[in-house]
């Protein structure tokens, strides 16, 4: 089987949570060599008749999308699966639509209240001046657009309006896009993977995100020290476990269908990751539908994949077979 990895074009000198696309990119090259394909790869570009052309050269018979950015922005990654449908090329993950209604998170927001699905509150970046404040509530200060927690720290989360303008006016300057404020949920966060399967969706284990050992001084958040300074204090105190008593169960349970039904509403193929938050009310809150969740093997999803008996080889492999079975296209033999 040729398979094309499509992946963003990143420079030597990107952030963190851009370099970690290469070593997905090395990863599911790895896997896939394993399981017998011929493996070429694609940096993704604005200048899509040479895409095009490449592709037509490198003939695959399936496309792993591993497009998270063009030029540096997570707005625009609906066009690598825009333009593979367009050429009628079998790929894994979602499509165009998926990525459109989850990558802008107040377009997600604003999706999620329409199925009925619980996210907290939230203040358009046009409204910061007029909207009504809660005296009791907390905001935490996001991208619209920018995933891995970019831009997200300890000073991100505030109460007062003054503070939630500069913050945002910080932000807008230091990373460009738009930002907006989000009522912060304190309580439980919990990470959810979904993978397809013969009968659909599928959820993985469940993980919590535990905040061990935790500064005195810092908030329990995944803010971007947690995900990407290896020596940070946050980093070390974020610990991700799928150990739980059995009186979680039913809370659990809860989570798994909410996951699945946030699935169901952004139409998710192949796979995906819901963030979702558990208050002191036991009330369970959607923070985010991740529909290209990073296939790095430390990551998340890999490790939930893992906890499930699937290894990543497996896990690469599912993947590839869903992207067929979609693409119209009976599955190909692979390696054992």
């Not at 907290?120 to 905001?139: G, K």
Request: charged residues 25%; contains cysteine.
């Amino acid at each position: 089987m040729r398979v094309t990895i499509l992946h963003s074009s990143i420079d030597q000198d990107a952030n963190p949570d851009e370099l970690e696309t290469m070593i997905q990119v090395d990863a599911v090259q790895g896997a896939l060599e394993k399981l017998g394909c011929q493996v070429s790869r694609l940096g993704f570009t604005l200048d899509f008749f040479s895409v095009i052309r490449q592709l037509k050269d490198q003939k695959p018979d399936v496309v792993f999308n591993l497009v998270e950015s063009v030029r540096g922005r997570a707005d625009k990654i609906f066009l690598a699966p825009l333009l593979l449908t367009r050429l009628n090329l079998p790929y894994t993950g979602a499509d165009a639509n998926s990525l459109l209604l989850s990558s802008d998170k107040l377009t997600a927001k604003q999706w999620l209240n329409a199925n009925h699905l619980p996210t907290p509150s939230w203040i358009d970046p046009d409204d910061l001046h007029t909207a009504s404040l809660s005296s009791d509530d907390l905001y935490i200060i996001k991208s619209v657009t920018e995933d891995g927690s970019l831009g997200i720290g300890q000073d991100s989360v505030v109460k007062h309006r003054a503070a939630l303008i500069d913050i945002v006016a910080d932000r807008a300057q230091r990373f460009g896009g738009k930002w907006f404020a989000e009522r912060f949920i304190d309580g439980r966060e919990f990470n959810i993977g979904l993978l397809a399967g013969k009968n659909g969706l599928e959820v993985l284990s469940i993980a919590e995100l535990c905040f061990v050992g935790l500064p005195e001084d810092c908030l329990p958040i995944v803010d971007y020290a947690a995900k990407w300074h290896v020596d940070s204090d946050m980093y070390h105190a974020t610990q991700r476990s799928f150990e739980f008593p059995q009186s979680d169960d039913v809370l659990l349970a809860s989570l798994a269908d909410v996951s699945l039904a946030c699935g169901s509403a952004f139409a998710v193929t192949g796979y995906a990751r819901v963030d979702l938050r558990v208050d002191d009310k036991g009330k369970i809150w959607v923070l985010e539908v991740n529909a290209n969740p990073s296939l790095a093997p430390d990551a998340g999803f890999a490790a939930a994949a893992e906890r499930s008996g699937i290894g990543y080889l497996q896990l690469i492999r599912r993947l590839l077979d869903d992207a067929l079975a979609r693409g119209g296209n009976r599955e190909i033999a692979l390696a054992s």
